[in-house]
């Protein structure tokens, strides 16, 4: 029997209907949510992002505001619009859109950010509090795997995990949100030697490569009956697609996420409730 669907779009529906909620509860104490994003450069999928992530901020409520730098901002430009954006007291959260053109860094760029306005969970303070389990800003598209964890009540404790990412946005902030739940955390990359065998061995696997011509994920890989949670988007072949095939996937798996309509979602869902959290955050500072 095939598995069950984790469905990003019904699941991210829940955490906006909840966000929807708290964004009215802040307004009604004079606290008008406002989300900045800057975007640097002509890079096309970023700009879609950017726009998505505009849209679903109107759906729930919070005002966004929208910094498009040319191609050839210089690091001290975009430098200094974080500064300004810091001591905005009408903004809440900071979203860099990543990546960046290259001469830029993103490291210099994303230490900038005012850890209470991080809601991206990129900041050294924000990720380092995150490996000490207490950071109220994590990464959204971890955060969204949780809830899709959470969601379908499935049990992490004492499961061997395999992450195949290692990245800060993606594979180090799960690394702790699933040691935090007790689970048994293995990280595999571009260098590890022998994938499949981790494959085989684990319970669950969260995947985030997206490059079909580097690594696919396929059915003969994982455990009968594991999870399967693939991050990853690229287009392939003229499709949108992820590490592995749903269709394939969801008849060994007990559980799958699709590609679209799985974990980007939830990104975009996770991302409206870092910038509620922040928000409060200001006005247990005194900042309005
Ligand atoms: N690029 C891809 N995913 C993300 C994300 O979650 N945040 C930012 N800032 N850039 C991204």
């Given at each position: 029997m095939a598995g069950?669907?984790?469905?990003?779009?019904?699941?991210?529906?829940?955490?906006?209907?909840?966000?929807?909620?708290?964004?009215?509860?802040?307004?009604k104490e004079g606290i008008n949510p406002c989300l900045a994003t800057v975007l640097v450069g002509n890079n096309a999928a970023s700009a879609t992002y950017?726009?998505?992530?505009?849209?679903?901020?109107?759906?729930?409520?919070?005002i966004t505001k929208d910094h498009k730098?040319?191609?050839?901002?210089?690091?001290?430009?975009?430098?200094?619009?974080?500064?300004?954006?810091?001591?905005?007291?009408?903004?809440?959260?900071?979203?860099?859109?990543?990546?960046?053109?290259?001469?830029?860094?993103?490291?210099?760029?994303?230490?900038?950010?005012?850890?209470?306005?991080?809601v991206d969970g990129l900041t050294p303070h924000n990720a380092g509090l995150l490996g000490m389990g207490k950071a109220a800003l994590v990464a959204c598209t971890p955060s969204g795997v949780m809830e899709m964890f959470d969601y379908h009540n499935i049990e992490l404790e004492g499961k061997?995990?395999?992450?195949?990412?290692?990245?800060?946005l993606v594979g180090k902030p799960l690394y702790h949100l699933l040691l935090e739940k007790n689970a048994?955390?293995?990280?595999?990359?571009?260098?590890?030697?022998?994938?499949?065998k981790f494959c085989q061995a684990a319970d669950i696997i969260i995947t985030a490569v997206g490059d079909r011509?580097?690594?696919?994920?396929?059915?003969?890989?994982?455990?009968?009956k594991s999870i399967v949670i693939d991050?990853?988007?690229?287009?392939?072949?003229?499709?949108?697609?992820?590490d592995c095939d749903y269709e394939k996937i969801i008849e060994k798996a007990s559980f799958a996420t699709p590609v679209p309509g799985g974990v980007g979602p939830m990104t975009v869902a996770m991302l409206l409730k870092n910038t509620i959290t922040a928000a409060s955050l200001g006005t247990q500072i005194g900042r309005q």
């Amino acid at each position: 029997m095939a598995g069950t669907k984790i469905d990003g779009k019904i699941i991210a529906q829940t955490v906006k209907d909840r966000v929807k909620k708290s964004t009215s509860e802040l307004k009604k104490e004079g606290i008008n949510p406002c989300l900045a994003t800057v975007l640097v450069g002509n890079n096309a999928a970023s700009a879609t992002y950017v726009r998505n992530k505009h849209k679903a901020c109107e759906e729930v409520g919070i005002i966004t505001k929208d910094h498009k730098l040319d191609e050839n901002t210089t690091q001290q430009q975009l430098s200094s619009i974080i500064d300004e954006l810091n001591t905005d007291a009408t903004v809440h959260g900071i979203l860099v859109q990543l990546p960046l053109p290259k001469h830029l860094s993103e490291f210099a760029t994303t230490s900038r950010i005012s850890p209470l306005k991080d809601v991206d969970g990129l900041t050294p303070h924000n990720a380092g509090l995150l490996g000490m389990g207490k950071a109220a800003l994590v990464a959204c598209t971890p955060s969204g795997v949780m809830e899709m964890f959470d969601y379908h009540n499935i049990e992490l404790e004492g499961k061997n995990i395999v992450l195949i990412n290692r990245s800060n946005l993606v594979g180090k902030p799960l690394y702790h949100l699933l040691l935090e739940k007790n689970a048994t955390v293995i990280t595999c990359h571009s260098r590890t030697k022998d994938i499949e065998k981790f494959c085989q061995a684990a319970d669950i696997i969260i995947t985030a490569v997206g490059d079909r011509t580097k690594f696919i994920l396929t059915p003969e890989m994982i455990k009968e009956k594991s999870i399967v949670i693939d991050v990853a988007i690229s287009r392939f072949q003229d499709k949108l697609v992820g590490d592995c095939d749903y269709e394939k996937i969801i008849e060994k798996a007990s559980f799958a996420t699709p590609v679209p309509g799985g974990v980007g979602p939830m990104t975009v869902a996770m991302l409206l409730k870092n910038t509620i959290t922040a928000a409060s955050l200001g006005t247990q500072i005194g900042r309005q």
